[in-house]
Structure formats: structure tokens, C-alpha cells
């Protein structure tokens, strides 16, 4: 019998219950007991017992949480109980005035306040029946909502059964989903990555997500969720306190702040909001302000609400994190991959805590859209640690000569053409190999271990020649002397013999690994070896245009153009002569047809574990010289697997895709089959 089709409800109850403790450890602990091919091998159970017995599945399985059908819109759910915003407080008078009033209106000496950071990010509530995750739904006014229970499902940080033994007839939670700041920085690098818009701000990231109409989207979002307190309630036990209630939350997996403090009257009150706010650049997640509740819910109830907003609850802002100022000018900044970025000159303002003088533009694109001009009165926004922006331009306070922004034409480092490739926001110096900016990376890159293979040449030592002023091109390291490595912090006179010996052997290399090392974009070590093996010589390559280049394969337009380019640059093509002045000479030869296997060529492989005798660059190597490609992961894109020892979980995921797998004989007897 099928094991699977065999398979009872209590495995399946039991792989349920093991995969949402699992999540709770990495989502909500940051604490992870398992491998991820451990972890992954549990959902393959689960989602195969379930493709076996599709009556079995239901909506609280972990398997759910991949996100669901697109909707056609976001329905409307009215709150149980209102979600109500709560009264600001913005200085310590205010905040000892609310002490004062909650103290009067109880007849009490003192009150203890349960506090906890006020989360910038979108207030939602959950509501749980029977222990069971059934819906969820967005503050919207505080009276009624958009049902995101589809969205809200893709959240791993959300349990969809609540672990307590005799779970209420109804618990609605609240609280606020945001998204980390490592996830935030991580998102908007992918979508830099794919030349698609960046995300302002977490906070707009996460409530986007949150709202799309394709669950599927909201499931690709690095979403979480933190607990702040209990909306409506039957058959429940309410405990006694605030802060009963956040710890009840925790062992029910909720996330939940643990900054959260109860402290005693007004001074207890200033000294939390002192604390947090030394430690708000350091928090996981942003926040802009911390929230004050009167801890017993008996004396809750006793104040009641005013208006929208309770009486036993205040938010404590901290400064504005926008201020309005004038730009004084624009300047273009060159990072250290030759990438042009608009910079706002800005008369000194206040904001979010610090003097801020100067904003990014971010690009040529997002200069036009918000028309930022020198002399325009500007909003700028400064949340946490994150560089300060310009959010929008007043454009009532514009002078009527302000002149409209342009990106200059030549790096304003080193003069080199600037260069926008087609479908890109962000405009580059092609000067890589001589701007000052892009030195250090660029020479980085030249010495790495798979271009010219300078062992030693590390990180440390580059920013030391560079800082140095001993090395401005790739060309100056072969004049270095052993006396000068010497002379370099901990460089002792042995290891500058070793380094200096080391140097003197890259001056042999092929001509592959010296395109690959000239650090041009879009050409990695496949493409270098594409263009050695069509062309034979540098100088065809140096000479070559667009439609020449585009014959080799896998060359479109985007890497032809940055080719062209590149070698246009007089000050490149000067480095490649320093460097054959420096005695760097690599075998070049007529061009020769790419070796191409029948059963390799535009084929994808993926190389795991320890292979007998090939080290993984080689098998590497070999695959490419045959027409193949190499991938890092396995997907279904992907023909072979090319497994050694200790193979990890690549080759679990390769036999449950179906895909073939090879050891390194049968890669060898793979690629010996040539076409006629």
C-alpha cells in the first residue's frame, strides 16, 4: 500500500501541530530548532497526505497559507467591538496631565500603567472560534473594516489553531501587522534587483500587502504580526490585568513586544518613553511612539471612552519624523558601484530627533515624478535610522526661476560617460576601473579568486593601497614593491614576500578570467568565457559592436550595449594596456566553436556535495564549456542534478521533482555525447 494513501488522521494532526510549532520557533522566537530541509520535508509530508485525501484539508492547515485565488474585491466586516484610535501626547506635561486625570477620576494615589512600543504598522483584528483562526479583518474607521482573512492566513507569525486546552467559544485579537526592518531593506533590494519601484516606507509596504486583492502576493511579502490586546470574547476568562492579557498572548504564540514594561505613575511613564526612544534605532521594527494603558481592565472599564478614544489610554509621540525646509541645491553622488544618485542640499532642519542636511532623490525618475527643484520648499521625512527623503515638493513656495534637474552626461568623479541602460531607474559611471569612487570594488573584484586569483589581495588590503594612494588602477598592483606591502598595517615583512609573490603569478592568467576580472557590468564568469571562446583575442572584443557581440551566445542588447560602452571609455581601454605594459599575458588564439554536449547544451544543472575527484568549479567549468548552464538552487526549471557526498537537501528537492540526477560518471558520460 501507498504509505501515503495509509496515512491516518493523527499523522496528519501531528505534522500539523509539529510544522506550526516550528513556525512559531522561526517566526515569532527567532529561534529555529530545525534545518530547512527538515522543515521542508515535514510540509512535503503533510501536503502529500493531503493531495491523497483532499477531504482531509482544511483551512487552518499549514499548507493553506500559500495564498489563495485572487478576490474580485475586499469585502466590508462590521467590529464586534470598535477599534477605536487613541488620544496623542507629545510632551510631559500632557502626559502628566493624563496622569493626573485617570488618578482623579479613580480616587486613587497612584496607577500602575502597562506600556509597550506604539507599532507603525497596520492595526488589524483576528477572530478565533472554537481555537480556530475563521477571520480577519482591518481597523478601517473603527466601526467597520475590509475582511483580509485570505491575506492574513499567509502570515506564518499568525496561528491558525490556538494551542489552549479548552479553547473560548469566540477570542478576537488585535494587533498590528508591519513588516521588520531587515525584511523591509530586503524587499526593496529585490525590487531595486528587478528595476521595479522601491517601497517608501515599511509601513505603506505592509499595508499594501496586506490589502492586495491576490493572496498570492501577500504570501511573497515578508509580513509578521505582533499581539497588543483582546477585542470581543465569549466563553473566555479575561484575566484581571494588561498585562496578563499581552503574557496570556504570548503563550497562545502570539508574538508580542518584549519591550513591554508596567510601570507606576507619571515618572514611571517619562522613564519607559526615555528608554525606548535610546533604543529606537536598535528596535527590530519601526515605531513612533509608545502607548500607555492603565494595566487593571476593572479600572479600564471604570473610565470608559470620551468621544473615539478611551480614557485609560494615551499614545506618546515622539518628534515629527517630517519637517518642511528649502533645497539648496542638487548634487550627484557616485557609489561605489559607479551608481548615480541625486542628493537634495537642504537648508539644517529638525526632524525625527536629528539636524538633517541632506536628503536622497534616489534616481533620475524620482526626481521628475516629484519635480524636486533647487530653491523648492520641500517635506522630508526621517523614520529611524533610515537616510532622510523628500517626500513631496510645495510647489505654491517655488520660484519661478527654479531650474529643472538634469543628470549630467559625464561622471562628475572621473568624467567617464554615464550610461542608462533601457527599462533601468538607476543611471552608472562606466569609468569602473579608474573612478575613484567605484576604486576599492573595482579592485576587489580584479583580485577575486575566480578573475585573477591574488591571494591575499583582501578586503583590508586594497582599502589601505587605495587610502594609500599606492594603487588607481588595476595596473598599479604589479609595480608594488615588497617594501611598500611592508609598510602596511599588520603586513610584517614575510607576508609581504607571500603577496608580493602571489601578485607576480596573476600576471599569468586567460583571457576568460581577464574579462570576467575588468569588472564589466551584466559580465559574469560564463559570459567571459562565452566571448573568449568566439572571439580568441581581446583586442576583437575591445573593437567589437553590438551586432558582432549579440553572435555570441546568451548575448543580448543589454550585454552587448554595456560591452560597447565599457571599451568606448579611453581611460578603460588605457588600464588593459597598463596592464599588458605590466607583463599581464594570457593565451589568445583564433576563435573557437563552443564545445556543446547533446545532452548538455541549453540544459540547466545543479551541482551538490563533495564529487570524487572534480572540485565544484571544475564540474562547473565543464558544464559551461559544454554549452550548459549552472544554477545555485533546484527548481522545475532545472534538467540535471549533479550529486557527490553529503548532498543536503537540493537532492531531497531534486527526487521530488522528478528530476534526474547524475554522479560524476554519469556527468562525464553525459557530456562526452557530442552532436554530429
Known sequence: ??????????????????????????????????????????????????????????????????????????????????????????????????????????????????????????????????????????????????????????????????????????????????????????????????????????????????????????????????????GATDGFDVPDSHAAVLDFLAEQRFRVATERRVVRGAPGLLEYYSWIGGMRAELPYDIDGVVYKVDSLRQQVSLGFVSRAPRFAIAHKYPAQEASTVVEGIEVQVGRTGALTPVARLRPVFVGGVTVTNATLHNEDEVRRKDVRPGDTVIVRRAGDVIPEVVRVLAEHRPSDAPVFQMPSRCPICGSEVYREPDEATSRCVGGLVCSAQRKQALRHFASRRALDIEGLGERIVDQLVERNLVRSPADIFGLTVEQLAGLDRMGPKSAANLHASIDRSRSTSLDRLIYALGIRHVGESTARDLAHHFGRLDAIVTADEAALMNVPEVGPVIAGSLVHFFAEAHNRAVVEALRNSAVHWPEGEPKPIATSAQAAGRSFVITGTLPTLSRDDARALIQAHGGKVSGSVSKKTDFVVAGADPGSKLAKAQDLGISILDEAGLLALLAARDD
Open 1 to 230: 500500500m501507498n504509505p501515503i494513501r495509509g496515512a491516518t488522521r493523527e499523522r496528519l494532526q501531528a505534522l500539523r501541530s509539529e510544522i506550526e510549532h516550528h513556525n512559531h520557533l522561526y517566526y515569532v522566537k527567532d529561534a529555529p530548532q530545525i534545518s530547512d530541509a527538515e522543515y521542508d520535508a515535514l510540509f512535503r509530508e503533510l501536503d502529500a497526505i493531503e493531495q491523497a485525501h483532499p477531504d482531509w484539508i482544511t483551512p487552518d492547515s499549514p499548507t493553506q497559507r500559500v495564498g489563495a485565488a485572487p478576490l474580485s474585491d475586499l469585502a466590508s466586516v462590521t467590529h464586534r467591538l470598535p477599534m477605536l484610535s487613541l488620544n496623542n501626547g507629545f510632551n510631559d506635561a500632557e502626559i502628566e496631565g493624563f496622569d493626573r486625570r485617570v488618578r482623579e477620576a479613580l480616587d486613587a494615589e497612584a496607577v500602575d500603567y502597562a506600556c509597550e512600543p506604539k507599532f507603525d504598522g497596520l492595526a488589524v483584528t483576528l477572530a478565533y472560534e472554537n481555537g480556530r483562526f475563521v477571520q480577519g479583518a482591518t481597523r478601517g474607521d473603527g466601526y467597520t473594516g475590509e475582511d483580509v482573512t485570505v491575506n492574513l492566513r499567509t502570515i506564518r507569525a499568525i496561528p491558525m489553531q490556538l494551542p489552549v486546552e479548552r479553547p473560548p467559544r469566540l477570542l478576537e485579537v488585535r494587533g498590528e501587522v508591519l513588516m521588520l526592518k531587515r525584511a523591509f531593506a530586503d524587499l526593496n533590494a529585490r525590487q531595486q534587483a528587478r528595476g521595479e519601484k522601491s517601497f517608501v516606507n515599511a509601513r505603506n509596504a505592509a499595508a499594501g500587502s496586506l490589502r492586495q486583492l491576490d493572496p498570492r502576493l501577500t504570501a511573497a511579502r515578508p509580513l509578521t504580526f505582533f499581539a497588543y490586546g483582546l
